[in-house]
């Protein structure tokens, strides 16, 4: 059974908490764990292992001393190493004075420089691995377009088709289409195709070639609605075809890109067909800054609905390094279009509303969740990266910050002053204090 089914059943705002403290845990233990084990294997003693903060529900000793708690805050989580005053690090005075060298070599404080790196900075590599091993997962599971295009599973249109399940693309209207891999030719190809409402494909059915009609590739048809989106607040689902826009026909997912586009913003009327039936939805698209090729942002209006073929094309699985290199890619693209992003809000280029606080994010997992597990779990992957790159920032009480104080000592050949380090907690306190009440704002106002 898919647990997600449950969230319409017993309520979504219970289970968007859910499973949105369900990521958030899986995320925070995996960091937690990177300090925790890379610490222990640098000689560093792991004093506590917690999951949240706060009263403690539920603890235990491990064969090596370290207590392992779950708190009654599910919202992070810490290890604390011998010689820490508190959670965030700090040095408890009273605890290492009058260690001898050996005791004090297991401390964060004593260790050497290059144990201290590695333990800090694994709590962010250990989330990009965890977005490599789920991101590596998931492409296994569903696999990679088959070469040449064959249609899998048809999807259900309000049309009559003369597709099969099977069925090999030879030719769309005279022209062979390229290689699915080849992104850029195959949507060129796409996009030069005749927008009429049937098209004729050639196929290999049975060994033979032959000829049939069938609808434009490209219907008005919902294969996922995006999270916290038009189309979500509107109530549209996944396999809706939606066949006019203000009473004006269509029977292209391009012609609905362009009325969308083309609102700028005004309220739009949707005629869906549903299961056999037809369903009226009024929806207001929104104001969004995507990422362009060149780096840019541009702004488009979008009501929140992916489109697909007329068909799932059917899969095969792909070698493992072809699949693991993909979820390279993948890690890698978040990083680089969050980066972009945030850049562009500093700059002024992009709305601050591009941002998502907690109760975003907390939506946006159950959305997720509410579409699928495989979904949920690429979610997670999506906001394990997140997470990891975060806390790579430059800001003391993130672990980027203190990577910068061990440049700053392997500089130097000294630690900054307790007072500097003291000012700059601070300073990096309220910068993040300042970043969640921006985020929470834009949850609440845009």
Not at 284 to 295: A, G, H, I, L, W
Request: proline share 5%.
């Amino acid at each position: 059974m898919d647990l997600t089914s449950l969230i319409p059943q017993f309520g979504g705002l219970i289970w968007t908490l859910v499973f949105f403290v369900v990521a958030l845990s899986i995320i925070v233990a995996i960091h937690e764990y990177g300090h925790y084990i890379v610490g222990k294997k640098s000689g560093i003693y792991p004093e506590v292992f917690s999951l949240g903060f706060g009263p403690v529900l539920w603890s235990r000793y491990d064969d090596f001393g370290t207590k392992w708690q779950i708190a009654a805050i599910p919202f992070g989580g810490f290890v604390k190493f011998r010689g820490d005053a508190n959670a965030s690090g700090g040095i408890d005075g009273d605890a290492i004075h009058g260690m001898d060298d050996a005791t004090m070599r297991s401390t964060m404080h004593g260790a050497p420089l290059w144990a201290r790196t590695a333990t800090v900075a694994a709590g962010p590599v250990f989330n990009f691995i965890l977005s490599i091993v789920l991101f590596t997962g998931i492409i296994l599971a569903r696999g990679i377009v088959s070469e040449p295009l064959t249609v899998g599973e048809l999807r259900i249109l309000p049309v009559t088709q003369e597709l099969q399940s099977g069925d090999v693309i030879l030719e769309i209207e005279g022209g062979a289409p390229p290689s699915f891999e080849d992104g850029a030719a195959y949507e060129a190809f796409m996009q030069n195709l005749p927008q009429k409402k049937l098209l004729d494909y050639t196929v290999l059915r049975d060994g033979s070639e032959t000829t049939v009609s069938g609808p434009y590739v490209y219907p008005p048809i919902v294969t996922q609605v995006a999270p916290r989106s038009a189309a979500r607040d509107a109530g549209l689902q996944q396999g809706d075809v939606i066949t006019a826009i203000n009473g004006e026909a269509i029977f292209a997912f391009d012609q609905l890109k362009e009325k969308v586009e083309g609102s700028e913003g005004a309220t739009l009327a949707l005629t869906l067909w549903r299961d056999g039936e037809t369903v009226s939805a009024d929806l207001t698209p929104k104001r969004v800054d995507e990422p362009q090729p060149d780096n840019t942002f541009k702004t488009f209006y979008r009501i929140g609905v992916i489109g697909g073929i007329l068909f799932e094309p059917a899969t095969e699985t792909p070698g493992f390094g072809e699949a693991f290199f993909a979820g390279v890619n993948q890690v890698w693209r978040i990083m680089t279009g969050s980066l972009s992003g945030m850049w562009h809000m500093i700059t002024g280029a992009i709305s601050t509303c591009n941002l998502s606080g907690p109760i975003g994010i907390a939506e946006t997992s159950g959305d997720m969740a509410s579409q699928g597990t495989t979904n949920f779990i690429w979610f997670v992957a999506v906001l394990s990266t997140a997470v990891g790159l975060i806390n790579l920032f430059p800001i003391p009480v993130l672990d980027g910050g203190h990577l910068c104080f061990y440049a700053y000592e392997a500089v130097t050949g000294k630690q900054p002053s307790e007072r500097a380090l003291d000012l700059l907690m601070k300073i990096g306190l309220i910068v993040v204090l300042s970043v969640m009440i921006l985020g929470v704002s834009s949850d609440l106002f845009c």
